[in-house]
């Protein structure tokens, strides 16, 4: 029989700094001849110190965990990935790498409460593919069950024909591979918590704020049809590397459209910024920079909700 899971946390205003290799080498580039060693560990510490205390919660990746888990503010959830790099997909299958270093049982021993999977997903993709991918998700969320630990699971669409996720092609069918994609994994099946998804429409092409091909409405539509997949699963949504600005008004766009998301999860979009400032300046720019504009920028996200 599995333990008692915590209740899903809302709002859930979230950072995540669980980025790895891509992380690490943008931040060897920044500092160039100052690069050290520590330097990634040394940037998501610091963003665990800033950050934290503003946070409700905080996403932390397998590798570093154990290690930053200390330098959290009291006040703030811990929430750590079970991969063991986001960027290290190794088949062509995108069927993510597990971490060798953590087990689901761990969790509890860590202090941890909350799980965040992340997995590329093709709706209209290989049936089998998407079975193996199923099976997986579906393990995890009985290891999770068993050990009465949440379960935030991150469907990252793709397309198997349109593969330029930037493309106007992919922008057209993107509202509907995150529809289904929330509607699988909403399943009572896979044991899934809180769903952690994409921003359904691509503000590059909606007029207001890009090139227009789609219009307010349009997009305001695609929101609530998106949202509607989850059913009774809480909804958080993640910045998934787009301009701070963008996902504010992402944020606001679905307030406006009436979805009553249980918060957002967002890394890039808050922080990418200091990584240029911990090249400029080392340690105590960078330390600046997040207790300054980090929080600011944190602070906007929760009042666009």
Not at 85 to 111: F, H
Not at 157 to 162: M, R, S
Not at 252 to 280: P, Q, Y
Request: glycine share 8%.
């Amino acid at each position: 029989m599995g333990q008692q899971k915590p209740a899903p946390q809302s709002p859930m205003y979230g950072v995540a700094v669980d980025q790895g290799s891509g992380l690490q080498a943008a931040i060897a580039e920044a500092r160039g001849p100052d690069a050290r060693d520590t330097d990634l560990f040394d940037f998501k510490k610091a963003v665990v110190e800033c950050l934290s205390p503003e946070a409700s919660v905080l996403l932390v990746d397998a590798e570093y965990g154990r290690r930053l888990l200390p330098h959290y503010d009291p006040a703030c959830e811990k929430l750590l990935a079970y991969e063991a790099d986001v960027y290290r997909i190794v088949t062509s299958e995108r069927i993510t790498v597990l971490p060798d270093n953590l087990s689901v049982a761990d969790y509890a021993e860590l202090g941890v409460r909350r799980l965040k999977f992340f997995l590329y997903y093709a709706p209209r993709g290989s049936a089998e593919t998407n079975e193996k991918k199923h099976a997986l998700v579906r393990d995890i969320g009985r290891q999770c069950a068993d050990h009465g630990i949440e379960f935030l699971f991150e469907p990252i669409v793709y397309d198997e024909e349109v593969t330029d996720s930037a493309s106007l092609a992919f922008a057209r069918l993107k509202p509907d591979l995150v529809r289904e994609a929330t509607a699988v994994y909403a399943d009572p099946d896979f044991g899934v918590d809180v769903l952690k998804v994409e921003i359904p429409v691509n503000l590059a092409f909606v007029d207001g704020y890009g090139s227009g091909e789609f219009d307010r409405g349009w997009a305001l539509e695609r929101f609530r049809e998106a949202a509607d997949a989850a059913g009774p699963i809480s909804l958080v949504y993640l910045s998934a590397g787009v301009s701070f600005d963008w996902f504010e008004q992402s944020l606001k766009l679905a307030r406006e459209a009436g979805v009553d998301a249980a918060g957002f999860m967002c890394g890039r979009a808050i922080w990418s910024d200091a990584v240029t400032e911990f090249g400029k300046g080392g340690h105590r720019r960078l330390t600046e920079w997040l207790m300054g504009e980090g929080r600011r920028r944190l602070q906007r996200l929760k009042a666009a909700l």
